[in-house]
């Protein structure tokens, strides 16, 4: 949430305008009453901030804590809305004893929840209180043609020349396990590998593909993810991801590049990752079709769709 504090109250982004108002919260919400009842107090405000105009549909990118907003502006105006489970509300919110009454309640509300993985579906469906409706839709995976690759085994010279690890995530965030990233790399140095480890933070999305194409395998160490998405864009880059079981990596990855989480399973995955490259029947493009633009976007307004016909 790095310059959220510095955030105008309006800008502009790609010709739309953008409001950006501001709620009360303590870190990690020892009192969500107190959060939501800062945010009901935005919707008069956001009501005349936006004048006459109304929408079709509210989506709310996230559960808790804005779609107490969402939910609040939508019985405003008699619309419907929509909420989306990206990874924290669930694997997080959902697990605190002060948070998972109000996620399970916001989660109920809407019109339609949207999971972005089929394992987040399957936690809304054993819900106490299921959702009216559940959709899975991937968040989109779109890499421009130039930064486009096929993963191939690697072309250096086998422990001869140094292999640039890339940690894809920031290290300071304690569930990536930036440490276990570290002890695998020296791992690979017992076996004779010269190994660099690269990391990314905030970054633009440009420098984060040129990354990840320079980079020789992508090494995804994290306790919880809704994707990754990174892993997905690594693939298309035309670099191997070897990951610990997390999120819906399986799905898509190599079952000898999904290991277990130890420093000496994952460098045999990466090792096999750069001696055979992508061996799947099909290729990555094929394999990650279930999110690129036209399937996602296919799936979106066939919801909204049905939502305000």
């Known amino acids: 949430m790095m310059g959220v504090a510095k955030a105008p109250k309006r800008w502009q982004k790609d010709g739309s305008e953008v409001l950006s108002p501001r709620f009360f919260a303590l870190p990690d919400h ?22 006459s105009w109304r929408p079709d549909v509210i989506i709310c990118h996230t559960l808790w804590p804005v779609a107490v907003l ?31 009454n109000h996620v399970a309640q916001l989660s109920q509300g809407c019109d339609a929840l949207v999971c972005a993985s089929s394992r987040l579906s399957s936690i809304a469906s054993t819900l106490e209180s299921v959702p009216p409706r559940i959709e899975t839709i991937p968040c989109m995976t779109e890499i421009g043609s130039e930064w486009r690759r096929d993963v191939k085994p ?6 001869k020349e140094a ?13 990536k396990r930036h440490l276990l990233a570290l002890q695998t790399g020296e791992e690979l140095e017992h076996r004779g ?17 040129d990354r990840m194409l320079v980079a020789d395998v992508t090494l995804v160490t994290s306790k919880r993810e809704a994707g990754p998405l990174v892993a997905r864009e690594s693939l298309l ?21 999904v290991t277990e989480a130890n420093p000496k399973a994952l460098a045999d995955g990466i090792e096999h990752a750069l001696y055979h490259g992508w061996t799947e029947k099909t ?5 990650l079709a279930f999110s690129n633009r036209e399937h996602v976007t296919e799936a979106w307004n066939e919801l909204l769709s049905s939502l305000v016909s």
């Not at 609040?72 to 998972?100: C, N, T």
């Not at 292999?163 to 569930?175: M, S």
């Not at 290729?283 to 394999?287: A, C, I």
């Open 154 to 159: 690697l072309s250096k010279t086998w422990k």
């Open 193 to 209: 590998w010269i190994v660099g480890i690269t990391t990314l933070r905030h970054q633009p999305r440009d420098i984060v593909f």
């Open 283 to 287: 290729t990555v493009e094929e394999t």
């Open 237 to 257: 880059c035309g670099t191997p991801v070897v990951s610990v079981d997390v999120g819906e990596v399986k799905e898509y990855l190599p079952k000898e590049w």
């Open 163 to 175: 292999i640039d690890l890339l940690f894809p995530a920031d290290p300071r965030r304690p569930e």
């Open 30 to 51: 020892p009192y969500p009453r107190l959060t939501k009842l800062s945010l009901r107090r935005h919707s008069k405000t956001v009501e005349k901030q936006l004048g």
């Open 70 to 100: 969402a939910q609040d502006l939508a019985a405003r105006w008699k619309v419907p809305w929509v909420g989306i489970v990206h990874g924290y509300d669930f694997d997080v919110a959902l697990e605190q004893a002060s948070l998972k």
